[in-house]
DNA sequence: CGTCTATTTGAATGTACTCAAAAGCGGTGG
DNA sequence: CCACCGCTTTTGAGTACATTCAAATAGACG
Protein backbone atom coordinates (compact mmCIF):
# COMPACT_ATOMS: atom_id res chain seq x y z
CA UNK A 1 0.00 0.00 0.00
CA UNK A 2 2.44 2.65 1.44
CA UNK A 3 5.03 1.01 -1.89
CA UNK A 4 2.25 2.11 -4.08
CA UNK A 5 1.84 5.47 -2.91
CA UNK A 6 5.60 5.84 -3.60
CA UNK A 7 5.28 4.83 -6.76
CA UNK A 8 2.80 7.23 -7.58
CA UNK A 9 5.55 10.14 -5.93
CA UNK A 10 8.44 8.97 -8.28
CA UNK A 11 6.50 8.49 -11.30
CA UNK A 12 4.82 12.16 -10.48
CA UNK A 13 8.23 13.42 -10.45
CA UNK A 14 9.95 11.56 -13.24
CA UNK A 15 7.47 13.68 -15.86
CA UNK A 16 10.21 15.88 -15.16
CA UNK A 17 13.57 15.01 -13.44
CA UNK A 18 15.48 11.55 -13.52
CA UNK A 19 16.29 10.06 -10.02
CA UNK A 20 19.12 7.34 -9.49
CA UNK A 21 17.95 4.44 -6.82
CA UNK A 22 19.93 5.95 -4.30
CA UNK A 23 17.96 9.43 -4.51
CA UNK A 24 14.86 8.01 -4.98
CA UNK A 25 15.67 6.38 -1.76
CA UNK A 26 16.56 9.37 0.04
CA UNK A 27 13.63 11.09 -0.91
CA UNK A 28 11.13 8.84 0.52
CA UNK A 29 12.56 8.69 3.42
CA UNK A 30 11.83 12.09 3.92
CA UNK A 31 7.73 11.40 3.04
CA UNK A 32 5.41 10.90 6.11
CA UNK A 33 2.18 9.16 5.12
CA UNK A 34 -0.85 10.49 6.63
CA UNK A 35 -4.62 10.10 6.19
CA UNK A 36 -7.13 12.41 6.38
CA UNK A 37 -10.43 11.85 6.89
CA UNK A 38 -13.68 13.41 4.93
CA UNK A 39 -14.35 16.28 6.47
CA UNK A 40 -11.32 16.48 8.99
CA UNK A 41 -8.81 19.37 8.15
CA UNK A 42 -4.57 18.98 7.09
CA UNK A 43 -4.10 22.58 7.83
CA UNK A 44 -6.00 25.26 9.77
CA UNK A 45 -5.60 29.20 9.02
CA UNK A 46 -3.99 30.70 11.47
CA UNK A 47 -1.39 27.66 11.60
CA UNK A 48 1.85 27.50 9.84
CA UNK A 49 2.02 24.87 7.26
CA UNK A 50 5.27 23.04 8.10
CA UNK A 51 4.39 20.56 4.64
CA UNK A 52 3.72 20.61 1.09
CA UNK A 53 1.39 17.63 0.54
CA UNK A 54 1.21 14.66 -2.80
CA UNK A 55 -2.65 13.34 -2.88
CA UNK A 56 -2.14 9.51 -3.59
CA UNK A 57 -5.75 9.16 -2.77
CA UNK A 58 -8.98 10.88 -2.40
CA UNK A 59 -9.44 14.27 -2.76
CA UNK A 60 -8.55 17.77 -0.41
CA UNK A 61 -9.25 21.41 -1.08
CA UNK A 62 -8.02 24.64 -0.31
CA UNK A 63 -9.98 27.68 0.67
CA UNK A 64 -9.92 31.04 2.40
CA UNK A 65 -12.83 31.90 4.47
CA UNK A 66 -13.45 35.98 3.77
CA UNK A 67 -14.55 39.02 6.33
CA UNK A 68 -18.20 38.13 5.82
CA UNK A 69 -17.73 34.65 6.46
CA UNK A 70 -17.72 33.65 2.68
CA UNK A 71 -15.82 30.46 1.92
CA UNK A 72 -13.46 30.82 -1.36
CA UNK A 73 -12.04 27.47 -2.74
CA UNK A 74 -8.19 28.05 -4.33
CA UNK A 75 -7.72 24.56 -5.54
CA UNK A 76 -8.79 20.81 -5.26
CA UNK A 77 -6.38 18.37 -5.60
CA UNK A 78 -7.31 14.72 -6.43
CA UNK A 79 -5.03 11.82 -6.48
CA UNK A 80 -1.34 12.76 -8.11
CA UNK A 81 -1.95 16.58 -7.53
CA UNK A 82 0.28 18.62 -4.60
CA UNK A 83 -1.09 21.24 -2.54
CA UNK A 84 -0.09 23.45 0.65
CA UNK A 85 -0.39 27.52 1.50
CA UNK A 86 2.20 28.55 -0.27
CA UNK A 87 2.77 31.92 1.57
CA UNK A 88 2.51 30.34 5.24
CA UNK A 89 5.02 27.34 3.30
CA UNK A 90 7.49 29.44 1.88
CA UNK A 91 7.61 31.91 4.76
CA UNK A 92 6.82 29.56 7.42
CA UNK A 93 4.61 32.10 9.00
CA UNK A 94 0.86 31.80 10.18
CA UNK A 95 -1.09 31.30 7.01
CA UNK A 96 -5.27 32.15 5.92
CA UNK A 97 -5.81 28.94 4.13
CA UNK A 98 -7.49 25.88 5.27
CA UNK A 99 -7.07 22.37 3.75
CA UNK A 100 -9.61 19.60 4.42
CA UNK A 101 -10.67 16.68 2.94
CA UNK A 102 -13.93 16.33 0.62
CA UNK A 103 -13.33 12.52 1.08
CA UNK A 104 -10.79 9.97 2.79
CA UNK A 105 -7.71 10.88 1.68
CA UNK A 106 -4.25 9.68 1.60
CA UNK A 107 -1.30 12.18 1.30
CA UNK A 108 2.81 11.81 2.29
CA UNK A 109 3.98 14.77 3.80
CA UNK A 110 7.64 16.71 2.95
CA UNK A 111 8.86 19.24 5.65
CA UNK A 112 9.83 22.62 4.13
CA UNK A 113 12.96 21.96 6.07
CA UNK A 114 13.35 18.74 4.28
CA UNK A 115 12.93 20.18 1.19
CA UNK A 116 15.63 22.66 1.45
CA UNK A 117 17.89 20.78 3.26
CA UNK A 118 17.00 18.34 -0.18
CA UNK A 119 17.29 20.75 -2.28
CA UNK A 120 21.09 21.60 -0.89
CA UNK A 121 22.05 18.39 -1.56
CA UNK A 122 20.21 17.06 -5.01
CA UNK A 123 20.03 20.12 -7.14
CA UNK A 124 17.03 18.25 -9.18
CA UNK A 125 14.88 18.64 -6.42
CA UNK A 126 14.99 22.30 -6.66
CA UNK A 127 14.95 22.08 -10.33
CA UNK A 128 11.34 19.75 -10.19
CA UNK A 129 9.65 22.50 -7.34
CA UNK A 130 11.10 25.14 -9.84
CA UNK A 131 9.43 23.81 -12.64
CA UNK A 132 5.78 22.61 -10.58
CA UNK A 133 6.14 26.29 -9.02
CA UNK A 134 6.23 27.38 -12.45
CA UNK A 135 3.23 25.54 -13.92
CA UNK A 136 1.35 26.37 -10.89
CA UNK A 137 2.26 29.88 -11.50
CA UNK A 138 0.36 29.58 -15.02
CA UNK A 139 -2.78 28.00 -13.80
CA UNK A 140 -2.71 30.59 -11.27
CA UNK A 141 -3.06 33.29 -14.19
CA UNK A 142 -5.03 31.58 -16.16
CA UNK A 143 -8.02 31.41 -13.73
CA UNK A 144 -7.41 35.17 -12.67
CA UNK A 145 -8.13 36.16 -16.41
CA UNK A 146 -10.94 33.65 -16.57
CA UNK A 147 -12.37 35.15 -13.66
CA UNK A 148 -11.76 38.64 -14.95
CA UNK A 149 -13.11 38.16 -18.88
CA UNK A 150 -15.76 35.41 -18.34
CA UNK A 151 -19.60 34.91 -17.35
CA UNK A 152 -20.62 32.63 -14.47
CA UNK A 153 -22.14 30.39 -16.64
CA UNK A 154 -18.89 30.49 -18.73
CA UNK A 155 -16.61 29.61 -15.93
CA UNK A 156 -18.99 26.95 -14.75
CA UNK A 157 -18.07 25.38 -18.27
CA UNK A 158 -14.11 26.09 -17.78
CA UNK A 159 -14.55 24.67 -14.23
CA UNK A 160 -16.17 21.17 -15.62
CA UNK A 161 -13.48 21.05 -18.59
CA UNK A 162 -10.70 21.43 -15.59
CA UNK A 163 -11.78 18.84 -13.35
CA UNK A 164 -14.06 16.57 -14.96
CA UNK A 165 -13.38 13.65 -12.98
CA UNK A 166 -14.66 15.81 -9.97
CA UNK A 167 -17.97 17.63 -10.97
CA UNK A 168 -19.67 14.14 -9.70
CA UNK A 169 -18.11 13.74 -6.25
CA UNK A 170 -17.50 17.52 -4.88
CA UNK A 171 -20.62 19.34 -3.54
CA UNK A 172 -22.01 21.81 -5.56
CA UNK A 173 -21.73 24.21 -2.97
CA UNK A 174 -18.00 23.90 -3.06
CA UNK A 175 -17.65 23.94 -6.99
CA UNK A 176 -20.00 27.30 -6.09
CA UNK A 177 -17.32 29.16 -3.98
CA UNK A 178 -14.37 27.87 -6.86
CA UNK A 179 -15.79 29.87 -9.64
CA UNK A 180 -17.13 32.71 -7.64
CA UNK A 181 -20.79 32.65 -7.08
CA UNK A 182 -23.49 31.39 -4.41
CA UNK A 183 -25.23 27.98 -4.35
CA UNK A 184 -28.39 29.44 -5.45
CA UNK A 185 -27.06 31.10 -8.58
CA UNK A 186 -25.30 27.87 -9.64
CA UNK A 187 -28.46 25.95 -9.08
CA UNK A 188 -30.75 28.49 -11.07
CA UNK A 189 -27.60 28.41 -13.77
CA UNK A 190 -27.61 24.45 -14.22
CA UNK A 191 -31.01 24.64 -13.99
CA UNK A 192 -31.20 26.81 -17.52
CA UNK A 193 -28.97 24.51 -19.22
CA UNK A 194 -30.50 21.94 -18.73
CA UNK A 195 -33.37 23.34 -20.03
CA UNK A 196 -31.79 24.16 -23.40
CA UNK A 197 -28.97 21.21 -23.65
CA UNK B 1 24.42 53.89 -17.37
CA UNK B 2 24.48 50.22 -18.63
CA UNK B 3 27.05 49.66 -15.32
CA UNK B 4 24.23 51.21 -13.46
CA UNK B 5 21.69 48.89 -14.88
CA UNK B 6 23.32 46.02 -14.03
CA UNK B 7 24.28 46.99 -10.88
CA UNK B 8 20.40 47.12 -10.08
CA UNK B 9 19.58 43.64 -11.24
CA UNK B 10 22.65 41.80 -9.53
CA UNK B 11 20.91 43.66 -6.28
CA UNK B 12 18.08 42.34 -6.94
CA UNK B 13 19.47 38.69 -7.28
CA UNK B 14 21.56 39.40 -4.36
CA UNK B 15 18.71 39.27 -1.66
CA UNK B 16 18.12 35.52 -2.30
CA UNK B 17 21.75 34.45 -3.77
CA UNK B 18 25.07 35.12 -2.95
CA UNK B 19 27.18 35.06 -6.09
CA UNK B 20 31.27 35.45 -6.84
CA UNK B 21 32.49 38.08 -9.20
CA UNK B 22 32.98 35.00 -11.56
CA UNK B 23 29.27 34.40 -11.50
CA UNK B 24 28.03 37.76 -11.73
CA UNK B 25 30.61 38.59 -14.35
CA UNK B 26 28.85 35.00 -16.64
CA UNK B 27 25.81 36.58 -15.54
CA UNK B 28 25.78 40.02 -16.95
CA UNK B 29 27.22 38.38 -19.91
CA UNK B 30 24.41 36.84 -21.03
CA UNK B 31 21.89 40.50 -20.86
CA UNK B 32 20.47 42.24 -23.27
CA UNK B 33 19.76 45.85 -23.00
CA UNK B 34 16.54 47.24 -24.43
CA UNK B 35 14.90 50.09 -24.61
CA UNK B 36 11.28 50.51 -25.29
CA UNK B 37 9.50 53.69 -25.85
CA UNK B 38 6.06 54.63 -24.63
CA UNK B 39 3.08 51.90 -26.40
CA UNK B 40 5.38 50.56 -28.10
CA UNK B 41 5.52 46.60 -27.34
CA UNK B 42 7.98 44.02 -25.59
CA UNK B 43 5.64 41.36 -26.55
CA UNK B 44 2.59 40.17 -28.76
CA UNK B 45 0.59 37.50 -28.15
CA UNK B 46 0.63 35.25 -30.67
CA UNK B 47 4.29 35.27 -30.32
CA UNK B 48 6.57 33.19 -28.81
CA UNK B 49 8.29 34.73 -25.27
CA UNK B 50 11.86 33.87 -25.91
CA UNK B 51 13.25 36.25 -23.23
CA UNK B 52 12.41 36.82 -19.35
CA UNK B 53 12.86 40.84 -18.83
CA UNK B 54 13.94 43.16 -15.88
CA UNK B 55 13.32 46.66 -15.61
CA UNK B 56 16.00 49.10 -14.68
CA UNK B 57 13.62 51.97 -16.07
CA UNK B 58 10.38 53.13 -16.71
CA UNK B 59 7.12 50.91 -16.74
CA UNK B 60 5.67 47.75 -18.84
CA UNK B 61 2.02 46.33 -18.60
CA UNK B 62 0.94 42.77 -19.66
CA UNK B 63 -2.47 42.11 -20.30
CA UNK B 64 -4.49 39.79 -22.34
CA UNK B 65 -7.75 40.99 -24.44
CA UNK B 66 -10.67 38.73 -24.48
CA UNK B 67 -13.40 37.66 -26.78
CA UNK B 68 -15.48 40.63 -26.43
CA UNK B 69 -12.27 43.00 -27.25
CA UNK B 70 -12.14 43.87 -23.59
CA UNK B 71 -8.31 44.40 -21.82
CA UNK B 72 -7.49 42.89 -18.72
CA UNK B 73 -4.41 43.54 -17.07
CA UNK B 74 -2.27 41.07 -15.21
CA UNK B 75 0.64 42.62 -14.01
CA UNK B 76 2.26 46.46 -13.98
CA UNK B 77 6.32 46.13 -13.94
CA UNK B 78 8.03 49.50 -12.36
CA UNK B 79 11.69 49.40 -12.09
CA UNK B 80 13.24 46.11 -10.06
CA UNK B 81 10.49 44.01 -11.25
CA UNK B 82 10.44 40.95 -13.80
CA UNK B 83 8.09 40.18 -16.07
CA UNK B 84 7.23 37.69 -18.96
CA UNK B 85 4.33 35.45 -20.38
CA UNK B 86 5.46 33.18 -18.10
CA UNK B 87 3.34 30.54 -19.83
CA UNK B 88 5.18 30.95 -23.35
CA UNK B 89 8.05 31.48 -21.54
CA UNK B 90 8.27 28.23 -19.95
CA UNK B 91 6.22 26.12 -22.88
CA UNK B 92 8.05 28.03 -25.49
CA UNK B 93 4.62 27.91 -27.61
CA UNK B 94 2.50 31.20 -28.92
CA UNK B 95 1.56 32.83 -25.72
CA UNK B 96 -1.79 35.29 -25.42
CA UNK B 97 -0.06 38.21 -23.27
CA UNK B 98 0.56 41.51 -24.80
CA UNK B 99 3.50 43.25 -23.03
CA UNK B 100 3.96 46.81 -23.80
CA UNK B 101 5.06 50.36 -22.43
CA UNK B 102 3.52 52.88 -20.28
CA UNK B 103 6.18 55.28 -20.58
CA UNK B 104 9.74 55.17 -22.21
CA UNK B 105 11.41 51.74 -20.57
CA UNK B 106 14.53 50.31 -20.14
CA UNK B 107 15.02 46.34 -19.81
CA UNK B 108 17.72 43.73 -19.35
CA UNK B 109 16.82 40.67 -21.45
CA UNK B 110 17.54 37.11 -20.37
CA UNK B 111 16.69 34.28 -23.14
CA UNK B 112 15.14 31.02 -22.04
CA UNK B 113 17.86 28.83 -23.83
CA UNK B 114 20.47 30.94 -21.66
CA UNK B 115 18.44 30.91 -18.07
CA UNK B 116 18.44 27.19 -18.67
CA UNK B 117 21.89 26.34 -19.53
CA UNK B 118 22.61 29.06 -16.52
CA UNK B 119 20.30 26.48 -14.37
CA UNK B 120 22.56 23.79 -15.35
CA UNK B 121 25.74 25.60 -14.99
CA UNK B 122 25.19 27.86 -11.51
CA UNK B 123 22.56 25.74 -9.68
CA UNK B 124 22.29 29.02 -7.63
CA UNK B 125 20.45 30.50 -10.39
CA UNK B 126 18.10 27.98 -10.23
CA UNK B 127 17.70 28.75 -7.00
CA UNK B 128 16.71 32.69 -7.18
CA UNK B 129 14.19 31.92 -9.96
CA UNK B 130 12.75 28.90 -8.00
CA UNK B 131 12.36 31.59 -4.70
CA UNK B 132 10.88 34.63 -7.13
CA UNK B 133 8.65 32.16 -8.68
CA UNK B 134 7.30 30.99 -5.24
CA UNK B 135 6.72 34.63 -4.54
CA UNK B 136 4.62 35.40 -7.84
CA UNK B 137 2.31 32.22 -6.97
CA UNK B 138 1.85 33.83 -3.81
CA UNK B 139 0.68 37.75 -4.60
CA UNK B 140 -1.01 35.62 -7.87
CA UNK B 141 -3.31 33.67 -5.41
CA UNK B 142 -3.53 36.72 -3.09
CA UNK B 143 -5.13 38.54 -6.44
CA UNK B 144 -7.03 35.93 -7.23
CA UNK B 145 -8.66 36.27 -3.65
CA UNK B 146 -8.99 39.64 -3.69
CA UNK B 147 -10.85 39.45 -6.79
CA UNK B 148 -13.07 36.63 -5.33
CA UNK B 149 -14.11 38.13 -2.10
CA UNK B 150 -13.60 42.00 -2.23
CA UNK B 151 -16.14 44.76 -3.83
CA UNK B 152 -14.61 47.49 -6.57
CA UNK B 153 -14.04 50.21 -4.12
CA UNK B 154 -12.11 47.78 -1.56
CA UNK B 155 -9.91 46.23 -4.78
CA UNK B 156 -9.08 49.88 -5.82
CA UNK B 157 -8.05 50.52 -2.34
CA UNK B 158 -5.83 47.60 -2.48
CA UNK B 159 -4.64 48.38 -5.58
CA UNK B 160 -3.66 51.55 -4.81
CA UNK B 161 -1.27 50.31 -1.63
CA UNK B 162 0.03 47.77 -3.50
CA UNK B 163 1.13 49.58 -6.22
CA UNK B 164 1.32 53.41 -4.04
CA UNK B 165 4.15 54.88 -6.75
CA UNK B 166 1.92 53.86 -9.62
CA UNK B 167 -1.67 55.81 -9.17
CA UNK B 168 -0.55 58.93 -10.45
CA UNK B 169 1.71 57.25 -13.37
CA UNK B 170 -0.83 55.17 -14.88
CA UNK B 171 -3.99 55.92 -16.56
CA UNK B 172 -7.20 55.32 -14.93
CA UNK B 173 -8.36 53.29 -17.64
CA UNK B 174 -5.82 50.76 -17.18
CA UNK B 175 -6.00 50.86 -13.33
CA UNK B 176 -10.09 49.64 -14.15
CA UNK B 177 -8.41 46.82 -16.46
CA UNK B 178 -6.31 45.49 -13.62
CA UNK B 179 -9.10 45.29 -10.63
CA UNK B 180 -11.96 44.17 -13.15
CA UNK B 181 -14.10 47.02 -13.60
CA UNK B 182 -15.19 49.47 -16.81
CA UNK B 183 -13.55 52.61 -16.83
CA UNK B 184 -16.74 54.67 -16.01
CA UNK B 185 -17.42 52.57 -12.93
CA UNK B 186 -13.98 53.37 -11.86
CA UNK B 187 -14.62 56.87 -12.54
CA UNK B 188 -17.95 56.46 -10.61
CA UNK B 189 -15.79 55.02 -7.33
CA UNK B 190 -13.55 57.78 -6.98
CA UNK B 191 -16.14 60.63 -7.42
CA UNK B 192 -18.07 58.68 -4.83
CA UNK B 193 -15.11 58.36 -2.45
CA UNK B 194 -13.53 62.43 -2.60
CA UNK B 195 -17.01 63.53 -2.20
CA UNK B 196 -16.90 61.41 1.33
CA UNK B 197 -13.26 61.71 2.18
C1' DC C 1 -4.22 75.19 -32.11
C1' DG C 2 -6.51 71.04 -33.35
C1' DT C 3 -7.13 66.25 -32.92
C1' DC C 4 -7.30 62.12 -30.46
C1' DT C 5 -7.87 59.77 -26.33
C1' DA C 6 -9.10 59.67 -21.44
C1' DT C 7 -12.32 60.94 -18.02
C1' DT C 8 -16.72 62.35 -16.25
C1' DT C 9 -21.65 62.20 -15.83
C1' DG C 10 -26.33 60.36 -16.43
C1' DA C 11 -30.15 57.14 -17.48
C1' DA C 12 -31.49 52.57 -18.43
C1' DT C 13 -30.29 47.76 -18.04
C1' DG C 14 -28.53 43.23 -16.53
C1' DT C 15 -26.07 39.86 -14.03
C1' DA C 16 -25.66 37.99 -9.93
C1' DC C 17 -26.92 38.46 -4.87
C1' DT C 18 -30.01 38.36 -0.66
C1' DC C 19 -33.44 36.53 1.94
C1' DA C 20 -36.87 33.14 2.63
C1' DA C 21 -38.99 28.83 2.24
C1' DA C 22 -39.59 24.27 0.34
C1' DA C 23 -37.83 20.00 -1.38
C1' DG C 24 -34.24 16.49 -1.74
C1' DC C 25 -30.62 13.56 0.04
C1' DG C 26 -27.52 11.02 3.06
C1' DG C 27 -26.26 9.32 7.21
C1' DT C 28 -27.46 7.66 11.85
C1' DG C 29 -29.84 5.59 15.52
C1' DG C 30 -33.76 3.37 17.35
C1' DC D 1 -35.43 -1.11 7.98
C1' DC D 2 -37.38 2.98 8.48
C1' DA D 3 -37.75 7.55 10.50
C1' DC D 4 -35.64 11.50 11.66
C1' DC D 5 -32.14 15.06 11.52
C1' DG D 6 -28.96 18.08 9.36
C1' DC D 7 -27.14 19.73 5.30
C1' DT D 8 -27.45 20.61 0.33
C1' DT D 9 -30.04 21.98 -3.50
C1' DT D 10 -33.92 24.17 -5.61
C1' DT D 11 -37.12 27.88 -6.47
C1' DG D 12 -39.00 32.59 -6.21
C1' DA D 13 -39.39 37.59 -5.37
C1' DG D 14 -37.07 41.65 -4.57
C1' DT D 15 -32.59 44.14 -4.66
C1' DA D 16 -27.87 45.90 -5.59
C1' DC D 17 -23.63 46.40 -7.69
C1' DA D 18 -21.68 47.14 -11.79
C1' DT D 19 -22.38 47.53 -16.94
C1' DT D 20 -23.92 49.59 -21.27
C1' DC D 21 -24.72 53.25 -24.15
C1' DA D 22 -24.57 58.04 -25.01
C1' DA D 23 -22.92 62.58 -24.70
C1' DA D 24 -20.22 66.23 -22.68
C1' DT D 25 -15.81 67.74 -20.78
C1' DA D 26 -11.05 67.64 -19.94
C1' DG D 27 -6.25 66.58 -21.05
C1' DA D 28 -2.22 65.20 -23.69
C1' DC D 29 0.51 65.22 -27.70
C1' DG D 30 2.07 66.64 -32.04
Not at 110 to 128: G, T, Y
Request: proline share 4%; with cysteine; hydrophobic share 40%.
Amino acid sequence: MSQANHQTILANIARHIELTPAEQARFIQLLTPKTIKRKQFLLNAQQVARHVAFVTAGCLRAYTIDDNGFEHVLQFAPADWWITDMYSFISQHEGDLNIDAIEDTEVLLLSRQDQLQLFDDIPKFERFFRIITEKSMVSSRKRLIDNLSLTAQERYNTFCNYYPTLINTIPQKQIAAYIGVTPEFLSKMRAQASKKG
